[in-house]
């Protein structure tokens, strides 16, 4: 399948890294917060084995923050979200789903607190900044909302520590799992964060001022060399192996935190003040009727899933969609995510999924394979 070219234009803005990552021979972009976000670079499995064993650098620039500033920043910020964000104290990173009046998920970013009146929100790919300015204006709350000049680089992968460490020095060691620090680089100050979107481990460094980007993305490859970095990207095997979700494939607006399996996130019955809690007061009370799941495809590698496959049961009904999926080399079967009703999500249920090949028997999993493995 021959994949047409991206046409640049102004409208698809590079990255403050798109220098490094087109010398070390990136073969397919996405688009993503209507940047550029490298999506393969060997190969798709070959980047997924050499994620898991050594580090690779990440160009995730596309991850736009939302910056909240003001006296009415923490009102705001519970507006957004069902997850109570009372306890959330400055240096803390919390996983955020955000929904609309209707309790339907806009955006599942990360919320930076930088201070008790300035948060960043780092984004999935959706135009949260205009639904922010809105609710804004609408209430006339006193509060600054923009794009500042941020663009993330992360480093993920086993020896991500070291790596780190050679650039920042070994405070970075002592950050703990979706806490920050603000580490020195050229006289400036950013934020450093253990978080990324791998579950190999890892930080992403929220650079401030794309004028020393290329300086860092430098840096950290010389002080990687010794530890076999390459440029890397967010990988489809490992996140479904993982159960990342990815907003926009895995759930959208259609969907409530709950049918994303993000209930865990989300404090409805607190979270006084976010704008879908009464919507969502239902659903917390009496659970979804369909919800995310992992599932196994049998047979050879499935082809690229670039559109819902449906499930169907065994008298042909159909119970949901799988949205993700790819051949896992570590587990030797297909890995997925789909969205499955309440009536067949029990583990080792058996499916029929069908593909543009044919049908697939499929069975739903107890957890994602990452857990598996643990």
């Given at each position: 399948m021959n994949i047409p070219l991206i046409a640049p234009s102004r409208r698809l803005r590079r990255t403050p890294f798109s220098p490094g990552v087109e010398a070390a021979g990136v073969r397919a972009?996405?688009?993503?917060?209507?940047?550029?976000?490298p999506a393969a670079f060997r190969s798709l499995q070959e980047d997924y084995h050499h994620l898991k064993s050594a580090v690779q650098l990440w160009d995730v620039a596309c991850e736009r923050q939302v910056e909240v500033r003001g006296p009415d920043a923490g009102r705001l910020m519970q507006m957004l979200t069902p997850r109570d964000l009372r306890a959330m104290t400055?240096?803390?990173?919390?996983?955020v789903p955000m929904v609309d009046e209707t309790g339907g998920m806009l955006n599942d970013p990360v919320?930076?607190?930088?201070?008790?009146?300035?948060?960043?929100?780092?984004?999935?790919?959706?135009?949260l900044l205009y639904w922010v300015k809105g609710i804004v204006w609408g209430l006339r709350l006193d509060v600054l909302?923009?794009?500042?000049?941020?663009?993330?680089?992360?480093?993920?992968?086993?020896r991500?520590?070291?790596?780190?460490?050679?650039?920042?020095?070994d405070g970075v060691r002592d950050i703990?799992?979706?806490?920050?620090?603000?580490?020195?680089?050229?006289?400036?100050?950013?934020?450093?964060?253990?978080s990324g979107y791998s579950r190999q481990g890892g930080f992403e460094i929220y650079v401030d001022g794309a004028d020393i980007g290329m300086d860092l993305w430098r840096a950290l490859m010389e002080a990687g060399a010794p530890h076999d970095i390459r440029a890397g990207c967010p990988n489809l095997i490992e996140r479904i192996e993982g159960g990342l979700l990815s907003y926009g494939n895995d759930m959208t607006r259609e969907n409530t935190p709950h049918e994303c399996g993000l209930g865990k996130f989300c404090n409805t019955m607190t979270a006084i003040g976010c704008v879908g809690r009464d919507a969502l007061l239902r659903v917390a009370r009496e659970g979804p009727t369909r919800q995310i799941r992992a599932l196994a495809i049998d047979g050879a590698p499935v082809p690229p899933c670039h559109e819902p496959w449906a499930l169907s049961d065994a008298k042909g009904q159909r119970v949901g969609q799988v949205t993700s999926a790819t051949w896992s080399p570590d587990f030797a079967t297909n890995v997925a995510i789909g969205m499955v009703r309440m009536t067949h999500w029990e583990p080792g249920t058996e499916l029929m999924l069908h593909t543009p090949e044919g049908p697939r028997a499929a069975q739903v999993q107890a957890g994602f394979f990452h857990e598996q493995a643990a």
């Open positions: 972009f996405t688009v993503y917060n209507h940047m550029l976000l400055p240096g803390q990173c919390y996983y919320a930076v607190k930088l201070a008790d009146d300035r948060y960043w929100i780092s984004i999935a790919d959706s135009d909302v923009d794009e500042p000049d941020v663009h993330p680089l992360a480093v993920q992968g086993p991500a520590d070291d790596v780190m460490a050679a650039v920042f020095g703990r799992f979706f806490r920050f620090g603000w580490f020195a680089f050229q006289g400036r100050w950013l934020v450093v964060a253990r």
